[in-house]
């Protein structure tokens, strides 16, 4: 039975057996602690705005996106104007799209039932991890289905914490919590490949983020940082040995 610290012909890369799942699953679970507390977050401050218990457990269940379920929030009342939510909801959302393309080589050779099963749980995290995965030549989607399913079932856990127990922790980021995520994908760039076409990758994906952080709407700088690394990456190929 293969590991995750395996390398396995390319040609089977895109196959992940359970033993890939449970190995993605306790991976993540470290890094699924500091969801709880987001998902405390969440619940206490959905109960705020007046929603009921099992709609708060339905948004994050199906949602299952902690930025954009704050914004939802924000954006709730008597009357809620369903346009503009669903504009925010897929302006922060939307680097999605760019995770399902950069995975897409691999997902592809699964049939459309698994393919979008495995997608229903991909995040940040775990799609990180399974990109590095897929980098040293090792599977990636056992890693993504199991982290995600990690990382779903934290969040969950949280959210009825939250409005269950009332404020428990009602301000992660003056605990400096809200770095959590940020630094572990920082991580997951210094483990990564290293190169000069990766650090240039980098950089300009950063310094285009930063740019429409100060002179774009809301959210729109994760999109933009993203599709600035990316096309430079799809243009800048790698050379194969």
Not at 9 to 34: A, K, Q
Not at 66 to 73: E, H
């Amino acid at each position: 039975m293969l590991t995750q610290t395996q390398q396995v012909d390319s040609t089977e890369l895109h196959h992940f057996t359970r033993y890939d799942v449970w190995n993605g699953f306790r991976e993540l679970v470290p890094l699924s602690f500091f969801v709880i507390i987001f998902g405390i977050a969440f619940g206490v401050a959905a109960v705020q705005v007046g929603l009921e218990p099992l709609s708060i457990m339905l948004m994050s269940g199906l949602v299952f996106a902690g930025a954009s379920q704050f914004a939802t929030l924000e954006m709730w009342g008597q009357e809620v104007a369903l346009i503009p939510v669903l504009v925010t909801v897929f302006a922060i959302n939307a680097r999605h799209l760019l995770m399902g393309a950069t995975l897409y080589p691999w997902l592809r050779h699964l049939p459309a039932s698994k393919r979008y099963g495995v997608m229903l749980f991909a995040s940040d995290a775990n799609w990180a991890m399974s990109m590095n995965a897929f980098g040293r030549h090792q599977r990636g989607l056992g890693l993504l289905l199991g982290g995600g399913v990690a990382l779903w079932s934290f969040w969950m856990l949280g959210t009825w914490l939250g409005y269950a127990f009332g404020n428990l922790i009602s301000d992660p980021i003056s605990l400096g919590l809200d770095m959590v995520m940020g630094c572990f994908l920082l991580s997951m760039v210094a483990i990564g490949p290293k190169s000069l076409r990766m650090f240039v990758i980098w950089g300009v994906a950063a310094c285009a983020s930063l740019l429409a952080y100060y002179y774009l709407p809301d959210n729109s700088h994760v999109v933009v940082g993203a599709l600035a690394g990316g096309l430079l990456g799809a243009f800048w190929t790698e050379k194969q040995a």
